[in-house]
Every structure is written in structure tokens, then in C-alpha cells.
């Protein structure tokens, strides 16, 4: 412990409070009096000021802070045992604690707080770097339309992580698409061929190879086509980070700051990739949503049932509507195969697979390509069910289908049709004075026996005539005024005798009006029907616009 300047009472007091062996104290300690005199310090508060004396006056000696603080306690507005000061002395953080002891002198004790706070920071800086991620997965996860993420993948590291961010796509041919953003400014995309070697680590980073150190690129050689529009400072530290994807890279993500601002930090480098990871991911699942979209939606072309309109002179019209709501495919199907000339049947194909959903859909997919190939011996349909029969039991599927096959031919204004029934409601013959018929053909269904037995059975329909093929969804609609009666065929046959001379169309689209009605909210299974009408002469076709007349035919 250094000399004192002060009277052997002041040291005394401030002896007889902080022990005799305070001069060993850890921290620094001052003694000072009322009127701002330094009386006593011990060996760790010289290290602090090695120039200091007893007897100095504080504010000569002590950083502003401090003094202020003792002045506000001899000025009477501050108790000494109030709430501590803080400031900095040099490069470290103390806390001052005053105890009033003697004569109005105050020991301050000082506790160095350097560490904490700096662990504090580290904690605050942690937990907003866990809070941006969080928030990146979450904005990012939420949106699965590319150039949508792209867009806040820049946006967001730009906001969180430099004054600008660009983010470089995997090549489309000769070119790359671009994103640049800058803090607090617009977001920019376009494509451009670029050199991807004329920034260091941005082709290895294209290529999913781990980033190059920022401190390893010169950002005086950075090219133009990097910095975006709008950022005119002096570059000042650059980074380059893959954007890994599910086992393919989507991108490369480039971070930067100017000159005026901190470079960036092996923390910050850290913490960049830790980004461009939650980024890449996202980016790689919305590319492969992107992917699965285009391959669905080129099945779906392929699955779902096809648009009717008038074939060599006869009208067909056909509806479809899936079990679900949310499905466009199910279990339901039919098709109409024109002949090459007027001369020659139309096929007209309608079914039920049993079950719904998408596996049901597979399975139709596979009937429908099968009768397209068996097309040329459709003018016997037992055959035709036979094969058919064959190649459903040889397959892996352990589903059904239950088919009516229409041989439809045009001859002097009226439609000769062919019916044949394998295990499917017989279709039913709407005539011109309102009679509902129902055709007499019958048979069993096909994909369950090692054989097919069918009747087939021929009819005319004259002009204003219709025949309409459907599945069991309508008769088997479940709803009505007690919310569990059935459809049923009587009720449909009734509706269908309103339906005399109407044309195709307008009795495919009644039928449908009304199951929906009696089904209300209720569950239903896959629903199709298709119409085959014999059109009046003179009566316009609602697709093509023409009139129909014995002499006249048309083609699809």
C-alpha cells in the first residue's frame, strides 16, 4: 500500500472499513475525500495510473466519468451506496461502487466488468444471429416459387448481413440468373453470361466446394457485373458462400461491404454460412417443387378425362368430377377415339376402377393406353374386354374396373350404336317422345376373373336422341332431404325423361346439377357421365357453332 497524504484519522477510518488487507486487493481502490483529494490507492488501482499521487486531485487524475460521480456524492445528489457508476478506463469497462466512511471520505471500489459485457455481447449477437435464421427458414420455407425466394434470400442478406448481396444461380445454358439487392433498396433480377473465375471461389462456390476465406479476395479486383446498381462506395471485404442444396448446389451467395464499414469477421463468416445453408435448402426444395409441379401437371394431362365435342356428325359431351375436392384425378375415366373417316366407328369408352384417389387414377391411366392399342379390333368388343381382361390379371394391380364400351356411326341423320356392359350400370336411351330405355346389354367386370362374358346389343338413336353412359356416383350420390338416401336410378331416369331433345351438353350438365344438389355438402364418390346424341338438323352444335344435317359431317 502507497503512502498517504491525508491525516493518520483519515487513514485509520478508511482502515478500519475496508481491512488492513485491502492494498491486496484484486480490484482498485481509491480513497478519496469530500473535496476531490486523492488520500489513498492501492497497487492495483497504480497499475491503472502509475503517475498518480496522494494528495492529487481526482478529476487531474481519473477519467470524467468517475470524478463526476464523486462530485455528485459531496454535492449531496447521490448517497454513496446509491447505484454504481460505469465507464471505461483505456480499453476495458469498470463498474465504480462508492462507500461513505469517515470524516465524509469515499472509498470507490472498482470492479472490472470487461468480460461480462463482452460475454453479454456475445450472447446478444448469438441470439439475434438465431433470430435472423429463424426467421430466414420461416419466410423462406414459406414460399416455394423460386425467383419468390431468390429475391428474399438477397433482400434478407443484404438486411442482416452486408450493404449488398448477389445471388448467382446454377447455369441455364450459357448464362446464369442474377438477384442483386441492396440495403434498404430495390431487389433486381435479370440472366447474363458471366465468367464465373473472374471472382475467386465463385465457381468452386457453383460447384458446392467449401467457401474461400474473405480475407483471400482482393475486392479491388472485383467485376462489374457483381455490384449492383446504386452501390457507389469503395468495396471493402467480400464473401463467397455455396448455397448447398439436396445433393445438387443451388448457387452461390456473394456478400458486400465498403470500406466504410467493419470487414467482415471469422464470426460473421461463420454466420454467413450458416445462412446460405438455410437458404440453399430452401431454394433446393422449391426448385424441386418446381420440378414435381411440371412433372404432375404433365400427367394430369395425360389422366384426366378428355374435352367432348362433336365427332362426324354426332354430339358427345362428357363431365367429370373427383371424389374430393382438392383431387383432378380418380378412378372415374372415359374417352371417345374417332374413326379416321365418317365411314368408320367412333369408340366410346367409360369406366369405373374401383377405389379413388391417385392409385385408382394409375390404374385408369393403364386401361385407357391399353384399349388406345387395341383400337384396330374394336369392332368385336367381347375380344377386346378380353384382352383387356389379360393384361389388368397379368399386372401387378389387385383392383377391378367395371367398363361400358359404344360403337357410335352416323347413317342417314340418325347414330347406330353398339353397347356393351363388362359389369357396368347399361346405359340408358333418352328417345324423342321422353321415354327412358335402358339398353340390354350386360357382363362381367374385367381385372377380377380369368374370363370375360358380355352381351352386346345395338340401337338407333334418331335425331334429338340421346344415350347416356355413367358411373355409380350418381345413382350412388348419398344425400337429399334426410342426408343418407341414395340417388338412385329411378330418380335419374326420371330427370333424364325432362331431358328429351336437349342437346348433349345440356343433359351431361343437368345430370351433374342435380347429384350435386341432392349431395349437398356430403361425401361422394368419382362421378362421370357422357352423352351421345344424334343432333336434329338445322340445330347449331354449341362448340363448333354449325348445324347439323343428314348430308353434313364433321370431324374432330
Not at 277 to 301: C, F, I, K, N
Not at 412 to 427: I, N, V, W, Y
Amino acid at each position: 500500500m502507497t503512502a498517504s497524504r491525508g491525516s493518520s484519522s483519515r487513514s485509520r477510518g478508511a482502515d478500519t472499513l475496508v481491512g488492513a488487507s485491502w492494498g491486496n486487493a484484486p480490484y482498485p481502490v481509491l480513497v478519496v475525500d469530500r473535496y476531490g483529494g486523492l488520500v489513498q490507492f492501492n497497487e492495483a488501482a497504480r497499475l491503472l495510473w502509475p503517475d498518480a499521487s496522494s494528495g492529487d486531485r481526482l478529476h487531474e487524475t481519473v477519467p470524467s466519468w468517475l470524478s463526476n460521480a464523486h462530485t455528485r456524492i459531496g454535492d449531496g445528489l447521490h448517497r454513496a451506496d446509491s447505484a454504481p457508476s460505469r465507464g471505461c478506463i483505456d480499453d476495458r469497462f469498470f463498474e465504480a461502487h462508492a462507500t461513505a466512511v469517515a470524516d465524509g471520505d469515499v472509498v470507490w471500489w472498482l470492479i472490472d466488468d470487461t468480460d461480462h459485457r463482452l460475454v453479454e455481447k456475445a450472447l446478444h449477437a448469438l441470439r439475434a444471429r438465431s433470430e435472423v435464421l429463424s426467421e430466414v427458414s420461416s419466410v423462406l420455407l414459406s414460399t416455394l416459387n423460386v425467383p419468390r425466394c431468390m429475391e428474399v434470400t438477397t433482400s434478407m442478406a443484404a438486411q442482416h448481413l452486408a450493404e449488398a448481396a448477389v445471388l448467382v444461380a446454377p447455369a441455364q445454358g450459357r448464362h446464369h440468373p442474377l438477384t442483386h439487392a441492396l440495403r434498404g433498396g430495390p431487389v433486381t433480377q435479370g440472366i447474363q453470361q458471366i465468367d464465373p473465375y473472374s471472382l475467386p471461389g465463385l465457381a468452386e462456390a457453383l460447384q458446392g466446394f467449401p467457401p474461400v476465406p474473405a480475407r483471400w479476395i482482393d475486392p479491388a479486383r472485383i467485376p462489374d457485373w457483381i455490384v449492383p446498381a446504386g452501390f457507389t462506395k469503395p468495396l471493402g471485404s467480400v464473401i463467397v458462400s455455396p448455397l448447398p442444396g439436396h445433393g445438387v448446389p443451388a448457387g452461390a451467395l456473394i456478400l458486400l461491404r465498403s470500406s466504410t464499414e467493419q470487414r467482415f469477421t471469422e464470426g460473421e463468416e461463420v454466420f454467413a454460412r450458416l445462412f446460405a445453408a438455410r437458404a440453399g435448402a430452401a431454394l433446393s426444395a422449391a426448385h424441386l417443387h418446381t420440378e414435381q409441379a411440371a412433372v404432375t401437371a404433365v400427367l394430369m394431362r395425360e389422366l384426366l378425362p378428355p374435352a367432348l365435342h362433336r365427332v362426324h356428325g354426332v354430339d358427345y359431351a362428357g363431365s367429370y368430377r373427383a371424389a374430393e375436392d382438392h383431387e383432378r384425378v380418380g378412378g372415374d375415366f372415359y374417352d371417345v377415339h374417332p374413326g379416321s373417316d365418317p365411314s368408320q366407328e367412333t369408340l366410346v369408352v367409360l369406366g369405373d376402377v374401383a377405389g379413388k384417389g391417385l392409385e385408382a387414377a394409375v390404374l385408369t391411366g393403364k386401361i385407357r393406353n391399353t384399349l388406345h392399342a387395341l383400337l384396330p379390333l374394336t369392332g368385336d368388343h367381347q375380344r377386346v374386354l378380353e384382352l383387356l381382361n389379360g393384361a389388368l390379371l397379368s399386372s401387378h394391380h389387385t383392383r377391378f374396373a367395371t367398363l361400358v364400351l359404344a360403337s357410335v356411326r352416323r347413317c342417314a341423320g340418325t347414330a347406330r350404336l353398339r353397347l356393351t356392359s363388362a359389369g357396368h350400370m347399361a346405359p340408358l336411351l333418352i328417345r324423342a317422345n321422353g321415354d327412358v330405355e335402358e339398353a340390354a346389354t350386360r357382363g362381367t367386370l374385367v381385372g377380377a376373373l380369368p374370363s370375360v362374358t358380355t352381351h352386346t346389343t345395338r340401337t338407333v338413336l334418331k335425331p334429338g336422341e340421346t344415350c347416356l353412359l355413367y358411373t355409380d356416383g350418381i345413382t350412388e350420390a348419398r344425400g337429399g332431404p334426410s342426408g343418407d338416401e341414395l340417388f338412385g336410378e329411378e330418380r335419374l331416369k326420371r330427370a333424364l325423361s325432362e331431358c328429351a331433345g336437349m342437346l348433349a351438353q345440356a343433359v351431361v350438365e343437368r345430370v351433374q346439377m342435380l347429384a350435386a344438389q341432392w349431395l349437398g355438402t356430403g361425401r361422394h364418390d368419382d362421378m362421370a357421365v357422357v352423352a351421345i346424341s344424334a343432333p336434329r338438323a338445322g340445330v347449331l352444335s354449341v362448340v363448333t357453332g354449325h348445324a347439323a344435317d343428314s348430308d353434313q359431317e364433321e370431324y374432330g
